[in-house]
């Protein structure tokens, strides 16, 4: 399983809302419903913007895609200058495969998804993607397209199995989105994400995510990079925000935790697996990274306790 597919199966997201959403006039709309959640969506009709509280808005035209993967408050409007509104407190949360109709509809339309978030490891996760994920409109953007217009005639007409291609077709469209912003991010953006795109950080990473039980040295990660280890070490940290061998650890306790909780493996079998030579050795990196040891995070798991880590 490549990267991407790994970290978004860790994510375990769910599809619980997909609709449309109609507007027109003058308006603008601060969606605060995002926490725990990505919101994925097209813009099939007209154009609008969008920015995070402070920052520059940025504008979308038909055909652009956008993905929020932070939780923070983001506002859509018309007009970035128009005073705005709490989506929550004027749009009905639950029309899932219907259009919302606003301001009298007729100028702008989107189309897309709200993700519940339900693995362990979101806020992590989240935390080293952009806040706003931008897509421009390309020739390459037609399966997308495609895949939103089926969504939305799955649910509209509601036949047997509706709900569940739309479902499938939710995580098609997260995915794809997902791959236009690699393809087309800028060479100065930061990020897990970013990473990814650049082929020679892309190549340690894949190496890590293959064989996470490998004794991973710097020197070899860049060799696999095509690059010195300084400047490896660096364009990593730069880009990812960490070191290469502390995110090789922290990936490493990402798959420990989902297997302590799953409960089918002894601790000694997940850390021969993940590349310890020891159950003491993997407990130290553990209690390190995760802030307790592996038997108390697997324990209060086990009753339904929140982490009981950092």
Same mark, same amino acid.
């Given at each position: 399983m490549?990267?991407?597919? !790994?970290?978004? /199966?860790?994510?375990?997201?769910?599809s619980? &809302? @997909?609709?449309?959403?109609?507007a027109?006039g003058?308006?603008?709309l601060?969606?605060d419903?995002l926490?725990?959640?990505?919101?994925?969506?097209?813009?099939l009709?007209?154009?609008c913007w969008?920015?995070l /509280?402070?920052?520059?808005a &940025?504008?979308?035209?038909e055909?652009d895609?956008?993905?929020l993967?932070?939780?923070?408050?983001?506002?859509i /409007?018309?007009?970035?200058?128009?005073?705005?509104?709490?989506?929550?407190d004027?749009?009905?949360?639950n029309?899932s495969?219907?259009v919302?109709?606003y301001?009298?509809g007729?100028?702008v339309?989107?189309?897309?998804?709200?993700?519940e978030?339900?693995?362990?490891h979101?806020?992590?996760i989240?935390r080293?993607? =952009? =806040?706003? &994920?931008?897509?421009?409109a390309?020739?390459d953007q037609?399966r997308?397209?495609w895949s939103?217009e089926l969504?939305?005639e799955?649910l509209?007409?509601?036949?047997p199995g509706s709900s569940l291609?739309?479902?499938h077709?939710?995580?098609?469209?997260?995915?794809?989105?997902?791959?236009?912003?690699?393809?087309?991010?800028s060479p100065?953006?930061t990020g897990?994400?970013?990473a990814?795109?650049?082929? !020679?950080?892309?190549?340690?990473? @894949?190496a &890590?995510? /293959?064989d996470?039980?490998?004794?991973?040295?710097?020197r070899?990660?860049a060799?696999?990079?095509?690059?010195?280890r300084?400047?490896?070490?660096?364009?990593?940290?730069?880009?990812v925000?960490?070191a =290469?061998?502390g995110?090789?650890?922290?990936?490493?306790?990402?798959?420990?935790e989902?297997r302590?909780?799953?409960?089918?493996? @002894?601790?000694a079998?997940?850390a021969?697996?993940?590349?310890?030579?020891s159950?003491h050795?993997f407990g130290t990196?553990?209690?390190?990274?995760v802030?307790?040891? =592996?038997?108390?995070?697997a324990?209060?798991?086990?009753r339904?306790a929140?982490?009981p880590?950092?």
């Amino acid at each position: 399983m490549d990267p991407l597919s !790994q970290v978004l /199966a860790l994510l375990k997201p769910r599809s619980y &809302i @997909t609709a449309g959403f109609d507007a027109g006039g003058t308006w603008s709309l601060t969606l605060d419903d995002l926490a725990g959640r990505i919101k994925c969506y097209a813009v099939l009709k007209g154009g609008c913007w969008l920015s995070l /509280a402070g920052g520059a808005a &940025i504008r979308l035209n038909e055909g652009d895609c956008f993905v929020l993967p932070s939780g923070s408050p983001v506002t859509i /409007a018309s007009d970035p200058t128009v005073p705005s509104r709490r989506a929550s407190d004027v749009l009905d949360p639950n029309r899932s495969g219907e259009v919302v109709t606003y301001n009298g509809g007729g100028d702008v339309f989107l189309v897309g998804s709200r993700f519940e978030v339900t693995g362990r490891h979101a806020e992590g996760i989240f935390r080293s993607l =952009p =806040p706003i &994920i931008r897509v421009e409109a390309t020739g390459d953007q037609a399966r997308l397209r495609w895949s939103l217009e089926l969504m939305m005639e799955e649910l509209r007409e509601a036949q047997p199995g509706s709900s569940l291609v739309a479902q499938h077709l939710s995580h098609m469209i997260l995915v794809q989105t997902l791959r236009l912003y690699l393809a087309q991010r800028s060479p100065d953006d930061t990020g897990w994400l970013s990473a990814l795109a650049d082929p !020679q950080l892309s190549a340690a990473i @894949t190496a &890590i995510h /293959a064989d996470p039980s490998h004794p991973w040295s710097l020197r070899e990660l860049a060799r696999r990079a095509g690059m010195s280890r300084s400047t490896f070490a660096e364009r990593f940290r730069e880009r990812v925000g960490s070191a =290469p061998i502390g995110y090789l650890t922290r990936w490493r306790m990402m798959l420990a935790e989902d297997r302590l909780v799953e409960g089918r493996d @002894t601790i000694a079998q997940i850390a021969l697996e993940l590349g310890y030579s020891s159950e003491h050795a993997f407990g130290t990196a553990f209690r390190r990274t995760v802030g307790c040891s =592996p038997g108390r995070y697997a324990r209060a798991h086990a009753r339904g306790a929140g982490s009981p880590g950092r």
